[in-house]
């Protein structure tokens, strides 16, 4: 199999897999009644590595991230982050072992400003000791560090302030906070769900930057996505969801486009996903 000629696939890089993986997920498996919407699956991601995750409409690819963050909680599995398990499973404990997530509905407050929604759930508050437990804001902080963040990051506002509630912003720049909050606060794993979709050409290529300085920083990333373009140019492996299992794996730089739909439909075969973790 060799990549396709009109995309550039992710190079093939070296990954450092001699130590325990940023994210290792084992054997996952949530109903809803009699639907079985994810069923005994498994992944892994190490540091400084991005994984494609792909599949059809339906495949179960969401809620596998739910199951990992603990939005939902599954009949069965493991999650370790950097070989310790995590036991309590919940959004908040996901976040501080250094997990966080980009959805599709991108979790922004509409009706906070920018630098409120970067520091969504940990907010700066004024002082120490009594006054600070008193949990007075420190917006004039918060704004300031929003802007270094967001200049750094290559978010560009335009004419909006830091000041400005989100819900005036366009999508682009919607997408670029909520990327650019999931780097500052994902110290181990980043998985972005859908993260370009229905961006123009030249946000996708700013999102997909974020993605590649947060590979390059040593985070794990989980990129889910429907355009197998985006896969091959930033993910390093793939792995493979077909209702609601993991089929397996495969290193993009020794496939193509093609091969990227054979292997989601079945055609072609993969590294069994227990393999890969």
Not at 144 to 150: D, F, I, P, Q
Not at 154 to 174: F, H, I, K, T
Not at 189 to 203: F, K, N
């Amino acid at each position: 199999m060799t990549p396709s000629p009109e995309v550039t696939p992710a190079q093939a890089r070296v990954i450092d897999r001699s130590g325990a993986p940023a994210l290792r997920v084992e054997h996952i498996t949530k109903s809803y009644g009699a639907v079985r919407a994810v069923s005994d699956a498994s992944l892994a991601v190490w540091p400084g590595e991005v994984v494609g995750l792909i599949g059809d409409n339906g495949a179960g690819k969401s809620t596998l991230v739910k199951c990992i963050v603990g939005r939902t909680h599954p009949e069965s599995g493991a999650v370790f982050v950097g070989g310790v398990e995590l036991h309590a499973r919940s959004p908040e404990a996901a976040r501080a072992a250094g997990i966080e997530v980009v959805y599709q509905n991108l979790a922004l407050v509409d009706s906070l400003d920018i630098a409120a929604n970067l520091f969504l759930g940990r907010e700066l508050t004024r002082g120490q000791g009594a006054l600070g437990r008193i949990g007075l804001l420190s917006r004039r902080r918060m704004r300031a560090e929003a802007a270094r963040v967001l200049q750094e990051f290559g978010v560009d506002l335009g004419r909006a302030s830091l000041s400005d509630p989100v819900d005036r912003l366009s999508g682009g720049q919607r997408q670029g906070i909520a990327v650019a909050r999931a780097i500052v606060w994902g110290q181990k794993v980043v998985m972005l769900d859908e993260p370009a979709a229905a961006l123009g050409v030249e946000q996708t290529e700013n999102v997909l930057g974020l993605v590649e300085r947060l590979r390059d920083q040593g985070v794990g990333v989980i990129f889910i996505s429907h355009n197998m373009d985006q896969v091959m140019h930033v993910c390093d492996r793939v792995f493979v969801m077909r209702r609601g299992q993991t089929l397996g794996w495969a290193e993009t730089a020794a496939v193509s486009t093609t091969d990227l739909v054979g292997f989601i439909t079945g055609a072609l075969p993969l590294h069994p996903a227990t393999e890969g973790v």
